[in-house]
């Protein structure tokens, strides 16, 4: 007679804004449903990788009341990415003086290690953990000690190992876990000892393992063709597609322009920094596209990448620009102007392609 | 119209009188502005022979820096050209090889690092942005040259004399700047 029918959808509050989600969907899921500063940072948990989130503990959120058949909080701070929503449940994020103590904490303990060498490190500018330390963290550390350092390590031709940066988010080894057929790197030893290898460094050679570059949030895992080239804010961003050949590539891509070279290829990525999904299989990208595709003529270029205006690489100035009209020659009755100083003539980095 | 402030006046558009119809007292007044100043201590000085002091924030001439073992700090970041307001300073990076670690302080340096100095504006945002105190704004101007094309700096130009095999030039560079050691 009483029989209670499932609910189709569960009612949760996170921040005081509520949304009705599916029963099964993390906290962290909802959130991101919602959008916007109410949706906790990540740096381990990736949506299109699974058995990932639960370890790095930025998205510690408070759940003040547990649901609405037991609305008794939570005794302790919970992981959003790893705990499923209840019906009627409330859940605090920014509005809790907790969770940011708590995740500065937290940012404090990922950068124990983490050595402070951004101006040298390729993922600057787009880094999860620098975006992280800016928005959640504290200004000093009170760690005295000296931090751990590792050799760099080449895990196969393309691909470049930086230990001493890792935060051991496990992304990586989700990536060969799942996407390539033979697993060849994970983690070794425990604790602070604990680092990303391959066995006795055994290259890495499938198709996919350039996928790892792009999950990495940190600047552990860096393109060897890419290494320091340049930096992501003096490249521009552009969408473009090719025909690939490997039936598991999407083939969509982003390039990173300088003028009209291609400095690399990424996969696209979301507003989370993840990659994109098409038709709801992520969007990853196959090693051919990633490192030799590397001219403007392999891809159909299909306009510039969108990206936020508070990012350091939309300093590139090129969205929306308008390129003057040259009055010179309008004005002078056809002739041409003569150039007293041609800076591609002087300069030994900014060379003319003619 | 109300005035913003009580700052204006009105222009007087009266006649002249006959004393300035003649003009010669504002001459004979002026002349006497004139005579005076031969009396006044000159404001100006024989330049090249004499030089003023700097005030410490002046913004002259860019210096890339040395550590005291004479090691570039340059890293090539990037970041004093993405604060540069002119797009002055270009730059291009190269990966530091095992046996340079005398001449580079960090595993990247700058293989390329050029300014130019018509496009400067001297603001100091680069020596600002600096996280590494590799560029700093010494106390000399970019002199003056026949071609513009001499204006784009290079690094040979503006790199530091190294402080243990050259100290007199290196204090020199340097300057009496108080530059903050990090």
């Known amino acids: 007679m009483s029989e209670i029918k499932p609910k189709s959808t569960f009612k949760v509050t996170i921040d005081n804004i509520t949304i009705d989600v599916a029963p099964g969907t993390s906290i962290l899921t909802a959130a991101r449903q919602i959008g916007g500063d109410v949706t906790p940072p990540a740096m381990c948990y990736y949506s299109k990788l699974e058995?990932?989130?639960?370890?790095?503990?930025?998205?510690?959120?408070?759940?003040?009341?547990?649901?609405?058949?037991?609305?008794?909080?939570?005794?302790?701070?919970?992981?959003?990415?790893?705990?499923?929503?209840?019906?009627?449940?409330?859940?605090?994020?920014?509005?809790?003086?907790?969770?940011?103590?708590a995740r500065a904490g937290v940012v404090e303990f990922l950068l124990l290690n983490h050595p402070l060498d951004c101006p040298i490190c390729d993922q600057a500018g787009e880094c999860h953990?620098?975006?992280?330390?800016?928005?959640?963290?504290?200004?000093?550390?009170?760690?005295?000690?000296?931090?751990?350092?590792?050799?760099?390590?080449?895990?196969?031709?393309?691909?470049?190992?930086?230990?001493?940066?890792?935060?051991?988010?496990?992304?990586?080894?989700?990536?060969?876990?799942?996407?390539?057929?033979?697993?060849?790197?994970?983690?070794?030893?425990?604790?602070?000892?604990?680092?990303?290898?391959?066995?006795?460094?055994?290259?890495?050679?499938?198709?996919?393992?350039?996928?790892?570059?792009d999950v990495c949030p940190v600047g552990a895992l860096t393109d060897k063709t890419f290494r320091f080239k340049n930096r992501v804010w003096f490249t521009k961003p552009v969408d473009a597609n090719r025909n690939c050949e490997n039936p598991k590539c999407c083939g969509k891509a982003t390039l990173w322009l300088r003028g009209a070279d291609v400095y690399r290829v990424t996969a696209r990525k979301d507003e989370w920094g993840e990659v994109q999904s098409y038709d709801s299989k992520p969007g990853w990208i196959c090693n051919t596209c990633r490192f030799d595709k590397k001219k403007t003529s392999d891809w159909i270029i299909e306009g510039p990448t969108t990206i936020n205006r508070h990012s350091v690489i939309s300093q590139g100035h090129y969205e929306g620009m308008v390129m003057p009209t040259e009055t010179i020659q309008k004005v002078m009755g056809g002739r041409e102007p003569k150039l007293l100083m041609d800076i591609h003539d002087e300069s030994g980095v900014n060379l003319s392609k003619k | 119209m109300q005035a913003l402030t009580n700052k204006a006046q009105q222009v007087d558009r009266r006649p002249m009188n006959l004393l300035e119809r003649m003009y010669l007292p504002t001459i004979i007044k002026g002349m006497a502005i004139t005579f005076s100043h031969i009396f006044k201590k000159k404001p100006t000085i024989n330049y090249p022979e004499k030089t003023r002091p700097f005030s410490p924030v002046f913004r002259g001439l860019h210096i890339l820096n040395r550590d005291e073992e004479g090691r570039e700090n340059c890293t090539a970041c990037g970041l004093c050209a993405v604060a540069c307001p002119a797009e002055a300073i270009t730059m291009e990076a190269a990966e530091r090889k095992d046996g340079e670690e005398n001449l580079y302080k960090e595993e990247k340096y700058a293989a390329k690092y050029e300014i130019n100095m018509l496009r400067c504006i001297f603001c100091g945002l680069c020596e600002e942005a600096c996280p590494k105190d590799a560029i700093y704004l010494s106390e000399t101007f970019a002199p003056a040259d026949y071609q513009r094309k001499q204006f784009i700096y290079k690094k040979e130009e503006m790199l530091i004399p190294h402080p243990i095999n050259e100290p007199e030039a290196y204090a020199k560079a340097r300057g009496n700047k108080v530059v903050t050691s990090q």
Do not use: W
């Open chain 1, 129 to 213: 953990l620098q975006d992280l330390g800016y928005s959640h963290g504290k200004e000093g550390t009170r760690y005295e000690f000296k931090r751990r350092t590792f050799e760099k390590e080449d895990i196969g031709p393309y691909i470049q190992l930086h230990m001493t940066r890792c935060i051991l988010c496990y992304r990586c080894t989700y990536v060969a876990d799942q996407l390539t057929d033979t697993r060849v790197h994970g983690i070794l030893d425990r604790g602070d000892h604990a680092e990303i290898s391959t066995y006795i460094s055994k290259a890495i050679d499938n198709d996919f393992s350039g996928n790892m570059i």
């Open chain 1, 51 to 101: 058995g990932s989130g639960g370890k790095c503990r930025t998205c510690l959120v408070e759940v003040s009341k547990g649901s609405e058949k037991d609305p008794r909080p939570m005794p302790k701070l919970v992981a959003s990415c790893r705990t499923g929503v209840m019906d009627g449940m409330e859940v605090k994020n920014i509005t809790s003086d907790k969770v940011k103590d």
